[in-house]
């Protein structure tokens, strides 16, 4: 079945720096591609989506792009911040129903 | 706007017993998801209900229960409660099938 493989946490770093968290998927349809936030005590948030092959998600100075060759939907972002210390899901949903498959989880630490 | 709301927001029960969790969904929305979070991991998909049936189901037994009402708010059931259903359980609303989720707070529950 479907199923969506990310880097595992803890991921700490230096305010500023370069981010990228690994993600690869499998799918046999044409999913569409999500990278998901949980800040701490608050619920799941959209943080960017692709539909289709190429395509570039990007919000808050955060980047992924759907690349179908290498199956694979990296997040990045070039300097973070220590509000971005939170637990990153990468997760996919299939066109032929509706519900979103996540990955484990990523979680973030920004050090100051 | 009222967000997607979740009550209560802790629980704690013992085994054996059964449970209610409730899910207010997001003003216009009339699709709702139900996730279960264990510990350290993504969230996994147990239902979701469109105007009032069931749309869709994930790999959960039959004592894993919801309903829809008309005003599209949902009740998530679970009946014969085993330790290994301590968990985050987490609602979803959107609008229509297909249309991006938006995700309440969740309840955590505890069984002992």
């Known amino acids: 079945g479907d199923s969506v493989t990310q880097m595992e946490g803890p991921v700490t770093l230096s305010e500023e720096a370069f981010l990228t968290i690994n993600c690869t998927y499998t799918?046999?349809?044409?999913?569409?591609l999500f990278w998901y936030v949980q800040y701490p005590g608050e619920g799941l948030q959209l943080l960017l989506k692709?539909?289709?092959?190429?395509d570039k998600g990007s919000n808050k100075g955060f980047e992924a792009t759907y690349r179908k060759e290498t199956t694979s939907f990296h997040l990045e972002k070039g300097s973070v911040q220590v509000s971005d210390s939170a637990v990153y899901f990468c997760?996919?949903?299939?066109?032929?129903?509706?519900?979103?498959?996540f990955g484990k989880g990523t979680r973030l630490h920004i050090l100051p | 706007e009222t967000g997607v709301t979740q009550s209560p927001t802790h629980l704690i029960k013992t085994r054996g017993q059964q449970v209610t969790l409730r899910c207010s969904s997001q003003s216009g929305h009339n699709t709702v998801s139900w996730y279960q979070q264990a510990l350290g991991q993504g969230p996994q998909f147990i239902f979701q209900?469109?105007?009032?049936?069931?749309?869709g189901r994930g790999n959960f037994p039959p004592r894993f229960s919801g309903l829809q009402f008309p005003n599209y708010s949902s009740e998530l059931n679970v009946n014969a409660l085993e330790l290994d259903d301590s968990a985050l359980y987490l609602c979803?609303?959107?609008?229509?099938?297909?249309?991006?989720?938006?995700f309440g707070p969740g309840t955590r529950l505890t069984v002992l």
């Open positions: 209900y469109y105007r009032e049936e069931e749309n």
């Open positions: 799918a046999t349809g044409y999913p569409s």
């Open positions: 692709a539909t289709k092959a190429d």
């Open positions: 979803a609303s959107s609008l229509g099938q297909d249309n991006e989720q938006f």
């Open positions: 997760a996919l949903s299939d066109r032929r129903d509706d519900k979103i498959i």
